[in-house]
């Protein structure tokens, strides 16, 4: 079953508010047993989308384009 992702330009977008996201939460996750060495927080933020939105952040349809902008802005604003 085909499914609508994003398109480039939103794509592109997208990509540099994870990255900034990413940069932002340089040092500021919670340490984890499991990353003994340190989290990675651009892998965090990838994640994070993928367990909200079931895919990865290129899948997200143009439809849901503001809720993954808002839920980035949040992953931001509160790292967990």
């Not at 508010?17 to 932002?24: S, T």
């Not at 349809?61 to 790292?79: A, C, K, R, T």
Request: aromatic share 10%; hydrophobic share 35%.
């Amino acid at each position: 079953m085909w499914l609508p992702h994003v398109n480039k330009e939103n794509a592109d977008m997208i990509f540099v508010l994870m990255r900034r996201a990413g940069d932002n939460l340089k040092g500021r996750l919670p340490p984890s047993r499991n990353h003994p060495g340190g989290r990675n927080p651009y892998a965090h933020v990838a994640t994070c989308i993928k367990q909200k939105f079931g895919m990865s952040y290129k899948d997200v349809p143009d439809g849901q384009f503001s809720d993954l902008v808002q839920f980035i802005q949040y992953i931001e604003e509160n790292p967990m």
